[in-house]
């Protein structure tokens, strides 16, 4: 297919981006034409709309970003066989090597030389997208397009929570952006006893409320361990996950786990954290881990099957929708935190 099409364009080396017409992708034999039906924001998009000092060390612009989306497949490569034309998809977005001791071992996920949609290569806040077919998602025809481009973003909150067993424990939330959010459903579909929440913004502790937490916490007015300790009797919590990136919510997440529990950090600290490793790891015989990306895939068939089944129901997290021309709206709502995902329809 040839033409052109819009796109948002990180046009240069600082704050915004630009609607623009570009050239529709090419394809190889082994990549697929998607046209895109639904595109969500994700806070990559927003570090690299805002530009700081990540995404100057990191995208290279004039570039197409966005990496969470759903749509069809329009064409195919010659030696393509996974998805034919008129299947509805998503993706995994870590392009992995696939020749690395972690892509040859059944962690792909943790590939050395990993690069990233939207990040290191062109991405999908456009009509259409180009996608290698080994990292094509075959969505279940029956899901909205809206609800299939979030998949993405809810296997980071998959996988964190279900890194460890979370049955009849008791399971802090710490930061609730979308991820957040959605990884307080995720753990009370997964049998956790408590799932407690924490943030400072009042419009994503009601979605928090909504998605089955059963307790929130306003980290601004009133002391998150104390809470803590009233709602464990004294003992803390089982299972950290870590989201906020904030040190001194991070240290909060080392105090509260209880004895021989389980911190997993998905958040991305912009500047190095220190933490109480005598006292808050070590003395009390925890497991700490870090969460990158989703296991491939493994995690896609457990979000699939949580939205599918209906186990997790993502539609209270999707709370704007807009046109692609409409994208300032959605940066602009993304970054006052008065939303859960913002989706972008081209």
Request: proline share 4%; charged share 20%; with cysteine.
């Amino acid at each position: 297919m040839s033409g052109k099409m819009k796109a948002i364009v990180k046009h240069h080396r600082g704050y915004g981006a630009k609607l623009q017409l570009v050239d529709i992708p090419s394809i190889n034999d082994h990549e697929v034409l998607i046209k895109v039906k639904a595109t969500s924001i994700c806070g990559t998009d927003v570090h690299i709309y805002k530009w700081d000092e990540w995404s100057a060390s990191r995208v290279n612009p004039p570039y197409v970003f966005g990496h969470e989306f759903s749509g069809e497949v329009v064409e195919i490569g010659a030696n393509v066989t996974n998805v034919n034309i008129g299947d509805s998809v998503s993706a995994e977005t870590h392009l992995v090597c696939g020749k690395c001791s972690q892509c040859l071992t059944g962690k792909a996920h943790i590939c050395k030389n990993t690069k990233i949609i939207g990040v290191d290569t062109q991405g999908c806040f456009a009509e259409y997208v180009a996608i290698p077919s080994a990292n094509l998602w075959k969505n279940p025809k029956e899901m909205p397009y809206d609800v299939a481009s979030i998949q993405e973003p809810m296997g980071n909150a998959v996988h964190t929570v279900l890194a460890g067993d979370v049955v009849g424990k008791t399971v802090a939330i710490i930061g609730c952006g979308p991820i957040g959010i959605m990884a307080v459903g995720v753990a009370k579909a997964a049998g956790a006893a408590q799932v407690i929440a924490f943030d400072v913004n009042e419009y994503r502790l009601d979605l928090a409320k909504q998605m089955g937490a059963t307790s929130i916490v306003d980290s601004k007015t009133v002391d998150p361990l104390q809470i803590v300790q009233q709602l464990t009797e004294g003992n803390g919590v089982d299972v950290v996950c870590e989201m906020s990136g904030h040190p001194i919510a991070m240290n909060q997440g080392f105090k509260m786990v209880t004895n021989g529990g389980r911190v997993s950090i998905l958040s991305l600290p912009v500047r190095p954290v220190e933490f109480d490793v005598t006292n808050d790891i070590v003395f009390k015989g925890i497991t700490v881990q870090g969460i990158t990306g989703r296991k491939m895939f493994e995690t896609w068939q457990q979000v699939s099957g949580l939205i599918h089944s209906g186990q997790v129901d993502v539609k209270p997290i999707i709370t704007h929708h807009f046109s692609l021309e409409e994208y300032e709206k959605g940066f602009d709502l993304m970054m006052d935190g008065n939303c859960g995902k913002v989706v972008l329809h081209p």
